[in-house]
């Protein structure tokens, strides 16, 4: 099969050398963390630390593996900052110079490796706003539109390395025979005729109403609108809208009722996401607010999502507006 352009030609050609530095040294993370995906057991990464991180969530051997090899490689990549990541309680000078601030999920969808099923990587690149020295929790409380670059790293079938820097959508695959990432999709577009919503249903009752009502609509028959839809639900973040930029659709984990709030982190999960869909054509918000608008506030703050393609996210806002209406 005839390569596309290697990952570190195509930086060099479309964005600044520092920041092609900063997403090198991440995607040369992903790469060590491919090798130790498939090689777990031989590797004695399986089983927990004994340990909960920040969330209150077990910490996987392979979480706080992930964690250590993203880490020292972002710091060893000169133009690093900060660094915040899930298992970090709080957030990381790497670099007092540095010019870029970095907020990581190590291992999305940790649940998953037990039964071999797609885990991940996501991150998000902002520049740093304050001067030289120790990083200020003002670095990484960036609305999302301050985003430079942001990706993700699927650990699936194949590895494939997920990113833009403003200018698309663009997919890496990880060659097995080099250890080297190839362009395979470039400027990739969320198809806009989707027939897939992605949710934890069996969650659905505890859900803001107005998802109810959006999930009654997706699996009601109508003819004229292809419906009803499929469910497809892997559990993983990564894996989810992986599928959703490739064949459509929508991924949804909305706020309880009663709560503003959802599961996901803003930083390192919803923003990055949120990043990527717009660039890919689509659409993402917390209920009734664009994601990469929210300011957070907190460095692991929770988020509710809504996120995928133009015309199912908004017909979930004409639901949510005719909620708010009565």
């Not at 969330?55 to 490689?73: A, I, P, Y």
């Not at 030289?132 to 999302?144: H, K």
Request: aromatic share 8%; glycine share 8%.
């Amino acid at each position: 099969m005839q390569k596309g352009k290697s990952l570190s030609i195509f930086l060099r050609e479309t964005t600044s050398p520092d920041l092609a530095r900063m997403i090198l040294s991440i995607a040369d993370g992903t790469k060590t963390l491919s090798h130790a995906v498939r090689n777990i057991g031989v590797l004695n990464l399986s089983g927990t630390t004994g340990e909960t991180n920040i969330q209150g969530e077990t910490v996987q051997k392979l979480d706080d593996f992930s964690n250590n090899v993203l880490m020292d490689l972002c710091k060893s990549s000169g133009v690093c900052a900060g660094y915040l990541s899930e298992e970090n309680e709080d957030l990381v000078t790497l670099d007092p110079n540095g010019q870029f601030i970095v907020s990581i999920d190590p291992l999305d969808g940790s649940a998953n490796i037990d039964i071999a099923a797609p885990v991940g990587t996501i991150f998000s690149i902002v520049p740093r706003v304050t001067a030289p020295g120790a990083v200020t929790t003002e670095d990484f409380l960036q609305i999302g539109d301050k985003t430079v670059a942001a990706g993700y790293a699927i650990y699936g079938s194949s590895t494939i390395l997920v990113f833009s820097t403003g200018k698309g959508l663009h997919m890496f695959s990880l060659n097995a025979d080099d250890n080297q990432y190839y362009k395979t999709h470039t400027n990739v577009s969320i198809p806009s005729n989707g027939k897939i919503y992605s949710l934890n249903q069996g969650n659905l009752s505890k859900f803001e109403s107005v998802s109810q009502r959006f999930i009654e609509w997706c699996i009601a028959h109508d003819k004229s609108t292809s419906r009803p839809y499929s469910l497809r639900y892997i559990g993983a973040m990564v894996a989810d809208m992986h599928r959703t930029f490739l064949k459509g659709g929508v991924f949804l984990y909305p706020a309880a009722k009663g709560e503003t709030r959802g599961k996901l982190r803003l930083l390192y999960e919803c923003i990055p996401m949120a990043y990527l869909t717009e660039q890919a054509g689509g659409k993402a918000i917390n209920g009734s607010q664009r994601i990469l608008e929210v300011q957070p506030v907190e460095l692991h703050e929770r988020c509710a999502i809504i996120i995928g393609c133009k015309d199912m996210v908004a017909k979930y806002e004409e639901f949510a507006g005719a909620v708010a209406a009565v």
